[in-house]
């Protein structure tokens, strides 16, 4: 996180009077717990205690509010009932001046910034959307935005972002299912009590043109309007034809700022126009042998991806797209009793659509090593809903004399997606099946541009086939009902408590053509942690956090380790148990150098039981286990009055201890690698004001080797990498800002998501653009 060298604080309200969900009122004994309230806050004053988490200059903060102060950051989701030094876990908060000085524009921009992340490949689920890897563990059902969970599979724009909150370890007693690495939360720009307007445009290389505008409005003593606006055209620097189009408009109210009952009403619309990339085959160490007396030009390689030219680019213009789009409504509620109790109701409906066509350049059928690259059309059409009611209610209050710093609530979710898939023929054939098309084995699978060549495939050639609906398409729902409290409790001002718990009772069913499945659990996750305070500005923690991943965990929006239903085999993923997790993890966090900069460490281990495997008969079982042990240390603040810095370093070992398999390949891989997950992983970012209008920028970033499998027979995997980049910026005639950012500085190729199977995907290459910025 960057930090101000004054304090900012951003209150957040809205109004209400009375709350209820499903008809019953959740006051939960307000009345008692505030005359408990009302006894700590006279205890207090008795004792003239000052807690600069809770307060500012000797003014009360709801707990609500935010506070850009190292060390200080207060979540705006009320479950996290500490601030940052007093929380036991690993968190980074990448605020939004670290977000417009990196040009972050999507939130894999952003989460470059974070180490320890990788972004993972897809296929049928999710192809071309974010699949974020947090400590190795998928986090596309673990990301939430304004403190709920939101799975529809996207590419996320960070033009209405305020910031981004990374918390890493299990997470299951705060966020519920899912959450084994942790979770990714996304806090949206909210109106605020004063006038500003900012806006900007940019243009760059590769066809970069971006214009955004971020305005405020207060129009009565306690209401203000928020618009937020998008528009972005770019290129992808070297990768061919790739091209991203996307627009998005964002328009919030509140009313009652600034008084204990608060109103706010969101609205959130993005879409996306791209051709997007298709990837780099691998060079498979494994080769399937031709039978049509096709020369072989190739040997086995080692599993990366094949060495061809930068711009390589496999796709077809004339065939390929996708076209995404997002709409989300929110209703906050909000009401403080008094300065020490509030309750929060939120309500939202979401839905997110999904019409992708891309070409995936398909190795599998051994074609690279005569030369040849299958273009294999994968397809997503999706429409996926969420429907959700939360209700926290939380505060201090002082119970068997401790200070309790509680939160409580219960949610009630509902989400719902349907899938489909296109499929390519060519004269009636379908190019999927046999061998004529997918080993490029006949003069048609050339002349209808079904295949290419490996080394000079031209994106413009006239794909002759035409595309049918599969009509084979099939609906996946969980409803959810959740219950939970985490509490802060101080037993000493050097000695603090947190705990969790939670209670998810979820219903799965998945429906196809093939049949109905359907499955109930109830997910009980807690955590607990101990944080001793040696000085006011340190404190050293020890936690320990499980959470659990129910069979459909991503309602078929992502990848499932354990699906509803039948596999290729027809085994079916219904009768498998929960996947469960659990994080043991000690660390340290201090504030230093007069508290403008916060030093962290930790050290974890996490164990996952019960995911799915195959059994050597063939199988599948609950058998499986794996074992992730890392370190992590960073440092974010001001070191002098004009050096900042954010810096972070990650190290993890993942290990699959018993990875299963049948036949053969039973226990190979066992002790081998974990996928997407980097041993070594490193971010730093650093500014400099040389005057007090001129600042300049550098980004380093490395990524060691991240495996799509560490097969032993046949591993695929994308090599280490380092990046640059810089900055600069010029602010002039008060008002304006003249921005320069190059990415990529050096123009190194790499790797950014590595599949299981069959491709990776390839960064852009070096990419300039000039932003002018204005801000009144």
């Not at 397809?379 to 119970?399: C, K, M, P, W």
């Not at 997910?523 to 659990?548: C, D, E, M, W």
């Not at 499986?624 to 992590?632: D, L, P, Y």
């Given at each position: 996180?960057?930090?101000?060298?004054?304090?900012?604080?951003?209150?957040?309200?809205?109004?209400?009077?009375?709350?209820?969900?499903?008809?019953?009122?959740?006051?939960?004994?307000?009345?008692?717990?505030?005359?408990?309230?009302?006894?700590?806050?006279?205890?207090?004053?008795?004792?003239?205690?000052?807690?600069?988490?809770?307060?500012?200059?000797?003014?009360?903060?709801?707990?609500?509010?935010?506070?850009?102060?190292?060390?200080?950051?207060?979540?705006?989701?009320?479950?996290?009932?500490?601030?940052?030094?007093?929380?036991?876990?690993?968190?980074?908060?990448?605020?939004?001046?670290?977000l417009d000085q990196t040009a972050s524009h999507t939130l894999v921009d952003a989460l470059r910034n974070v180490p320890g992340i990788t972004m993972g490949a897809g296929e049928g689920g999710n192809p071309v959307g974010d699949r974020p890897f947090l400590r190795?563990?998928?986090?596309?059902?673990?990301?939430?935005?304004?403190?709920?969970?939101?799975?529809?599979?996207?590419?996320?724009?960070?033009?209405?972002?305020?910031?981004?909150?990374?918390?890493?370890?299990?997470?299951?007693?705060?966020?519920?299912?899912?959450?084994?690495?942790?979770?990714?939360?996304?806090?949206?720009?909210?109106?605020?009590?004063?006038?500003?307007?900012?806006?900007?445009?940019?243009?760059?290389?590769?066809?970069?043109?971006?214009?955004?505008?971020?305005?405020?409005?207060?129009?009565?003593?306690?209401?203000?309007?928020?618009?937020?606006?998008?528009?972005?055209?770019?290129?992808?620097?070297?990768?061919?034809?790739?091209?991203?189009?996307?627009?998005?408009?964002?328009?919030?109210?509140?009313?009652?700022?600034?008084?204990?009952?608060?109103?706010?009403?969101?609205?959130?619309?993005?879409?996306?126009?791209?051709?997007?990339?298709?990837?780099?085959?691998?060079?498979?160490?494994?080769?399937?042998?031709?039978?049509?007396?096709?020369?072989?030009?190739?040997?086995?390689?080692?599993?990366?991806?094949?060495?061809?030219?930068?711009?390589?680019?496999?796709?077809?213009?004339?065939?390929?797209?996708?076209?995404?789009?997002?709409?989300?409504?929110?209703?906050?509620?909000?009401?403080?009793?008094?300065?020490?109790?509030?309750?929060?109701?939120?309500?939202?409906?979401?839905?997110?659509?999904?019409?992708?066509?891309?070409?995936?350049?398909?190795?599998?059928?051994?074609?690279?090593?005569?030369?040849?690259?299958?273009?294999?059309?994968?397809?997503?059409?999706?429409?996926?809903?969420?429907?959700?009611?939360?209700?926290?209610?939380?505060?201090?209050?002082?119970?068997?004399?401790?200070?309790?710093?509680?939160?409580?609530?219960?949610?009630?979710?509902?989400?719902?997606?349907?899938?489909?898939?296109?499929?390519?023929?060519?004269?009636?054939?379908?190019?999927?099946?046999?061998?004529?098309?997918?080993?490029?084995?006949?003069?048609?699978?050339?002349?209808?541009?079904?295949?290419?060549?490996?080394?000079?495939?031209?994106?413009?050639?006239?794909?002759?086939?035409?595309?049918?609906?599969?009509?084979?398409?099939?609906?996946?729902?969980?409803?959810?009902?959740?219950?939970?409290?985490?509490?802060?409790?101080?037993?000493?001002?050097?000695?603090?408590?947190?705990?969790?718990?939670?209670?998810?009772?979820?219903?799965?069913?998945?429906?196809?053509?093939?049949?109905?499945?359907?499955?109930?659990?109830?997910?009980?996750?807690?955590?607990?942690?101990?944080?001793?305070?040696?000085?006011?500005?340190?404190?050293?923690?020890?936690?320990?956090?499980?959470?659990?991943?129910?069979?459909?965990?991503?309602?078929?929006?992502?990848?499932?380790?354990i699906s509803l239903g039948a596999d290729r085999t027809g085994n079916i993923g219904s009768v498998l148990k929960p996947e469960r997790d659990r994080t043991i993890e000690v660390g340290t966090k201090w504030n230093v150098l007069h508290d403008r900069v916060t030093?962290?460490?930790?050290?974890?281990?996490?164990?996952?039981?019960?995911?799915?495997?195959?059994?050597?008969?063939?199988?599948?079982?609950?058998?499986?286990?794996?074992?992730?042990?890392?370190?992590?240390?960073?440092?974010?603040?001001?070191?002098?009055?004009?050096?900042?810095?954010?810096?972070?370093?990650?190290?993890?070992?993942?290990?699959?201890?018993?990875?299963?398999?049948?036949?053969?390949?039973?226990?190979?891989m066992n002790g081998r690698r974990a996928p997407n997950t980097p041993e070594n992983s490193l971010a730093l970012w650093n500014t400099y004001d040389i005057t007090p209008g001129f600042k300049v920028g550098s980004g380093v970033y490395y990524m060691g080797k991240?495996?799509?499998?560490?097969?032993?027979?046949?591993?695929?995997?994308?090599?280490?990498?380092?990046?640059?980049?810089?900055?600069?910026?010029?602010?002039?005639?008060?008002?304006?800002?003249?921005?320069?950012?190059?990415?990529?500085?050096?123009?190194?190729?790499?790797?950014?998501?590595?599949?299981?199977?069959?491709?990776?995907?390839?960064?852009?290459?070096?990419?300039?653009?000039?932003?002018?910025?204005?801000?009144?």
């Amino acid at each position: 996180m960057i930090v101000h060298r004054k304090y900012r604080v951003e209150k957040i309200r809205g109004t209400v009077s009375n709350l209820t969900l499903c008809g019953t009122t959740l006051l939960l004994g307000a009345q008692s717990v505030a005359h408990a309230a009302d006894t700590l806050k006279r205890d207090e004053k008795k004792k003239k205690t000052h807690d600069p988490a809770i307060h500012q200059q000797g003014r009360p903060l709801p707990a609500h509010e935010e506070i850009d102060v190292v060390g200080q950051w207060q979540h705006r989701s009320p479950k996290f009932t500490a601030p940052l030094l007093d929380t036991p876990k690993s968190v980074k908060i990448i605020s939004r001046e670290l977000l417009d000085q990196t040009a972050s524009h999507t939130l894999v921009d952003a989460l470059r910034n974070v180490p320890g992340i990788t972004m993972g490949a897809g296929e049928g689920g999710n192809p071309v959307g974010d699949r974020p890897f947090l400590r190795g563990f998928d986090a596309q059902s673990s990301t939430f935005v304004d403190g709920l969970r939101d799975v529809g599979a996207q590419s996320r724009e960070t033009f209405n972002v305020e910031a981004v909150e990374v918390i890493k370890g299990d997470s299951g007693a705060i966020s519920g299912r899912a959450g084994a690495g942790g979770s990714i939360v996304i806090d949206s720009k909210m109106p605020r009590l004063k006038n500003s307007l900012d806006a900007s445009l940019g243009f760059g290389n590769a066809g970069y043109k971006r214009g955004t505008l971020d305005g405020n409005w207060q129009f009565s003593r306690t209401g203000a309007f928020r618009l937020n606006l998008m528009g972005d055209d770019e290129n992808k620097a070297g990768r061919g034809p790739t091209e991203f189009k996307r627009y998005g408009v964002a328009p919030s109210v509140s009313l009652g700022l600034g008084t204990p009952d608060r109103v706010t009403l969101m609205y959130y619309h993005m879409q996306n126009d791209d051709l997007p990339d298709v990837g780099i085959p691998y060079d498979n160490p494994t080769f399937n042998a031709r039978t049509d007396g096709a020369p072989r030009l190739m040997t086995a390689g080692n599993g990366a991806p094949v060495k061809v030219p930068f711009d390589t680019w496999y796709g077809l213009v004339n065939r390929d797209s996708d076209q995404d789009s997002i709409d989300m409504g929110t209703l906050r509620l909000e009401h403080d009793f008094n300065s020490h109790l509030h309750i929060r109701n939120t309500t939202r409906y979401s839905e997110t659509s999904q019409n992708d066509l891309w070409t995936m350049p398909d190795d599998s059928q051994g074609n690279i090593y005569y030369g040849y690259v299958y273009r294999r059309l994968n397809s997503r059409v999706s429409t996926f809903d969420t429907a959700i009611n939360q209700t926290d209610f939380y505060g201090t209050v002082s119970l068997l004399g401790f200070r309790n710093q509680f939160s409580t609530g219960m949610e009630f979710t509902r989400e719902q997606g349907k899938n489909d898939t296109d499929t390519a023929y060519v004269n009636g054939v379908n190019v999927a099946s046999g061998t004529n098309f997918t080993h490029c084995a006949t003069a048609l699978a050339f002349t209808s541009h079904t295949c290419t060549t490996l080394s000079n495939p031209n994106p413009n050639d006239m794909w002759t086939g035409d595309i049918r609906r599969t009509g084979n398409p099939n609906s996946t729902r969980m409803d959810t009902k959740a219950v939970y409290l985490t509490d802060t409790v101080t037993f000493m001002p050097q000695l603090l408590g947190n705990f969790g718990v939670r209670l998810d009772n979820v219903q799965s069913t998945y429906r196809a053509q093939a049949g109905e499945y359907g499955r109930g659990d109830n997910l009980f996750t807690y955590q607990g942690g101990l944080v001793y305070k040696p000085a006011r500005n340190g404190s050293i923690y020890a936690s320990y956090a499980t959470s659990a991943i129910p069979p459909g965990n991503s309602v078929g929006q992502g990848a499932d380790d354990i699906s509803l239903g039948a596999d290729r085999t027809g085994n079916i993923g219904s009768v498998l148990k929960p996947e469960r997790d659990r994080t043991i993890e000690v660390g340290t966090k201090w504030n230093v150098l007069h508290d403008r900069v916060t030093l962290t460490g930790a050290l974890f281990q996490i164990d996952t039981t019960n995911f799915k495997i195959a059994t050597a008969s063939g199988g599948i079982s609950n058998g499986g286990s794996k074992r992730t042990r890392g370190g992590e240390v960073g440092v974010s603040g001001h070191i002098t009055r004009d050096w900042s810095m954010t810096a972070g370093y990650s190290y993890l070992d993942a290990r699959l201890v018993q990875a299963g398999g049948s036949g053969a390949a039973a226990g190979l891989m066992n002790g081998r690698r974990a996928p997407n997950t980097p041993e070594n992983s490193l971010a730093l970012w650093n500014t400099y004001d040389i005057t007090p209008g001129f600042k300049v920028g550098s980004g380093v970033y490395y990524m060691g080797k991240v495996y799509g499998a560490d097969s032993p027979t046949a591993p695929k995997y994308v090599p280490g990498y380092w990046r640059f980049d810089i900055m600069a910026s010029y602010r002039f005639l008060k008002h304006y800002t003249l921005q320069l950012n190059i990415q990529n500085l050096t123009n190194k190729r790499y790797f950014t998501q590595a599949y299981v199977t069959h491709y990776a995907l390839q960064a852009a290459g070096r990419t300039a653009f000039v932003t002018l910025n204005a801000h009144f």
